[in-house]
């Protein structure tokens, strides 16, 4: 309300001072122009009057006085001779004046003058104007306007200059009130309420704040705040159940917590080829596209507590745009708590280092899915070249930080930890390899076996997926390298330098206990069929990229040669695979996607009928809620890698089961199969398998479905996402670096 009369207060005073401003510029303005009128109607009334003044002709000038007295705001004129003496007046003026003597005290002077007057109740304009016979003063031409429209002492006046602005200013201030109200006040008023509101924790359904032009440019911080309180409430919520039921599960305030603890005053570095953000330009406007990662949905909660720092590799089309110019931005872009590092890398070198070597090489090498690996030297002097353009943006992000802690992802980047480690000992250094790593024969094939070997040693800590990997990679250095592998402490003392080998199981998210939006896997299920245009009772999903590691093709034998062992299937069964594009500009990635193609192409022509196909291939990227929707709704979900690391799949469908239904039917390949083990776990070389599992997990008990599920989820729940990071930075953070023993591995640090 005080901001209300503040705002009517000045509105009035500025209105009044403008006002009264404007009307002394008008006044001013008036005079003037009446003097000028007057001087006009003077000097073309002396061209006249002067040549009949004389002749004495006193009718003639009479008559010009007359003719020209009735005009507008004209009250009188008169001439007078050179004794003061009236010879023409207009008619009325001496009654309307009477006595009154307007001749001016000197006739003798031959300049023009004029004069205000108040005579009686009447206010005059005065022009007195010399008339001259033969150059000499012969008499007085006297012109009297009426000038009470300027008489400031008039009603009139005050009415005309004062009275319509205030009426104006008073129609401007009424009009201001309803905007203030309206446009100010209320939204102030319903902002308060809101977040009065918000900070009560009483806010009902959507988090946004109310939709007003006046707060467009803080809707974005107002609506981080919100989400930020909301989030810290339902953390506390979240931490006070889980304190109340004695749990352990680990969430990403807990990790924070944890990792901040164990990093002291020292900040973590993280390396991956792929960037946690990315921007890319669509038309004329920048979108921010998060990739799909458990990597970000692992690190972050970190990297926020630590003010840490992610280098990546900047692949985007507008990335360079958004950086500045030491290639760095604040994230997440709504919520800035850490830096990303970008990297830029040329075509021949991205080609060369990542769909190259990377992917061509070491790829199909640690997959033992029988595609050939394929090493070009020219693709080797890019990778190395890659690393060491990484090491330098690492070591300059570095700078100035003590005992940094650095933790690499995955095999894009296996000679990174040596180059570091040489320039930075005071580093500690962790690669995580998301890949299998496989028998010490088969990584022989590789023709820099040793280089890669060496460069991965310049860790202090090395992690894989499972145990088997870790067993693997130590007979491949015991093989390829003189060092000491000390196999009952699981690591490799070379040079002077301890290397720790270790499994950390990666995992996801756990899965909400309650979704606000989750409907029945049946209700689900009849609208997906809908949306596909295919009427079917059952479904089975399958996610991957469209790799030939992943067994998609045994996946549809398998569901083919299921339809032809159970035919009271056919027309209720149908399978759906989603398939995201992956590296097809590779030839074999390319050639693959067409064998996909063809393959489900083959089984539709031969079992599909009106309204039914038993394959469903969605071959484009769908988005985390377009997945859900189809694990939520599944029978049946089949991982059916031929070798994996661990296969997210798996679990991602495990925490997306709120209802505890659904069927996981699980590689023994893939590493998730180690510890899921309620799943079917099938071998996916056999067809005959894998298609009974399918029979199984559509006949299985309800009872005996929800048994295995609730297993599961309980797994997926303890050994998290979360959990998987708070054990890697721990194990890390306790790496001795000045007395690195083999001493030190016989005691690992363990996370509850």
Same mark, same amino acid.
């Given at each position: 309300?005080?901001?209300? %009369? ?17 009307? !002394? ?71 309307? %004046? ?66 319509? $602005? ?57 609506? *981080? ?10 953390? /506390? ?14 969430? $990403? ?55 840490? *720092? ?34 830029? +890398? ?24 029988? *595609? ?14 890659? !690393? ?50 496989? !028998?010490?024969?088969? %990584? ?9 070997? @060496? ?11 499972? @145990?088997?990997?870790?067993?693997? %990679? ?11 592998? &000390? ?5 490799? !003392? ?14 996801? /998210? ?42 998609? +093709? ?87 890698? +031929? ?26 390949? /893939? ?12 071998? $996916?070389?056999?067809?005959? &398998? ?23 989820? @309980? ?22 670096? &000045? ?14």
């Amino acid at each position: 309300m005080r901001l209300n %009369f503040r705002l009517v207060g000045s509105l009035v005073a500025v209105l009044a001072v403008v006002a009264f401003a404007f009307s !002394n510029f008008q006044y001013r303005a008036e005079k003037r122009d009446l003097r000028r009128r007057t001087e006009l109607l003077a000097e073309s009334l002396q061209e006249s009057v002067e040549p009949h003044l004389a002749k004495g002709s006193r009718l003639e000038l009479q008559r010009i006085v007359d003719r020209f007295g009735n005009r507008e705001h004209v009250t009188g004129i008169v001439v007078y001779d050179l004794r003061s003496a009236p010879i023409a007046m207009t008619s009325g003026l001496s009654d309307r %004046f009477p006595g009154q003597n307007f001749v001016p005290s000197q006739l003798t002077t031959t300049s023009a003058a004029g004069r205000f007057l108040r005579v009686d109740s009447s206010y005059l304009y005065v022009y007195d104007l010399p008339l001259l016979v033969r150059d000499d003063v012969a008499g007085t031409l006297v012109l009297i306007h009426d000038a009470s429209s300027l008489d400031m002492r008039s009603v009139s006046f005050w009415r005309h200059a004062f009275l319509r $602005p205030s009426v104006e200013a008073a129609l401007v201030v009424l009009i201001a009130l309803l905007i203030v109200r309206w446009s100010i006040s209320r939204p102030i008023a319903k902002t308060a309420q809101w977040m009065r509101a918000l900070r009560t924790g009483k806010v009902p359904g959507r988090l946004d704040a109310p939709e007003h032009d006046l707060f467009m440019p803080l809707r974005r911080e107002v609506r *981080t705040l919100v989400e930020s309180l909301a989030a810290a409430r339902e953390s /506390a919520a979240k931490e006070a159940r889980l304190r109340e039921a004695a749990e352990s599960t680990w969430t $990403p305030e807990r990790l924070a917590v944890h990792v901040r603890g164990k990093l002291d005053s020292s900040r973590l570095f993280v390396v991956s080829n792929r960037e946690p953000y990315m921007h890319t330009k669509d038309g004329k406007t920048i979108r921010v596209v998060v990739p799909a990662s458990g990597l970000v949905t692992a690190l972050e909660p970190i990297l926020r507590a630590c003010d840490g *720092t992610w280098i990546a590799h900047g692949s985007g089309s507008a990335d360079r745009e958004t950086a500045d110019k030491h290639d760095r931005l604040q994230a997440p872009p709504d919520d800035p708590k850490y830096t990303v590092r970008r990297v830029w +890398l040329n075509k021949n070198e991205e080609e060369g280092y990542y769909y190259g070597f990377s992917n061509e090489g070491l790829w199909p090498l640690c997959h033992i899915a029988h *595609t050939r690996p394929i090493f070009r030297a020219a693709d080797w002097e890019y990778y190395q070249a890659v !690393n060491r353009k990484f090491a330098k943006a690492v070591l300059e992000e570095m700078e100035g930080t003590e005992h940094p802690v650095l933790l690499i992802q995955d095999y894009h980047f296996a000679l990174l930890p040596q180059l570091i480690k040489k320039e930075r000992p005071d580093a500690r250094v962790a690669i995580f390899w998301h890949i299998p790593w496989p !028998n010490p024969e088969a %990584f022989g094939i590789c023709p820099w076996q040793r280089e890669l070997l @060496q460069g991965l040693l310049g860790a202090d800590l090395i992690g894989f997926h499972i @145990q088997a990997h870790c067993d693997n %990679f130590l007979e491949t250095v015991n093989r390829a390298l003189e060092s000491r592998v &000390e196999w009952e402490h699981f690591s490799v !003392n070379r040079e002077s330098h301890l290397t720790i080998v270790r499994p950390f199981p990666i995992s996801v /998210a756990p899965g909400e206990e309650d979704a606000a939006d989750f409907r029945t896997a049946n209700g689900q299920r009849e609208m997906l069929f809908k949306e596909l245009g295919v009427q079917a009772l059952y479904l089975g999903v399958g996610v991957d990229r469209v790799d030939y590691t992943k067994g998609i +093709l045994e996946r549809f034998l398998a569901v083919e040669r299921f339809l032809e062992r159970y035919p009271r299937y056919q027309g209720k069964f149908a399978f759906v695979q989603i398939g995201a594009p992956s590296r097809t500009h590779i030839k074999r990635y390319h050639d693959f996607l067409g064998e996909v193609e063809a393959e489900a192409d083959r089984i539709n022509w031969r079992y599909h009928t009106d309204g039914w196909r038993p394959i469903l291939f969605l071959n484009r990227h769908h988005s985390h809620e377009e997945i859900g929707r189809f694990y939520r709704a599944a029978d049946a979900c089949l991982v059916t890698s +031929l070798h994996d690391g661990m296969n997210l799949v798996a679990k991602e469908f495990v925490a997306s089961r709120c209802d505890e239904d659904g069927v996981l039917i699980l590689s023994r390949f /893939a590493g998730a199969s180690r510890e899921l083990r309620d799943a079917l776990i099938i071998n $996916p070389y056999d067809i005959e &398998e894998m298609s009974q599992a399918i029979h199984h997990a559509l006949e299985m008990d309800p009872g005996e479905r929800r048994t295995r599920m609730r297993r599961m989820r @309980q797994t997926v729940k303890e050994q998290n996402i979360y959990r998987w990071a708070a054990n890697l930075i721990a194990e890390l953070c306790e790496v001795r670096l &000045e007395t690195k023993t083999a001493e030190r591995a016989t005691n690992p640090p363990s996370v509850a």
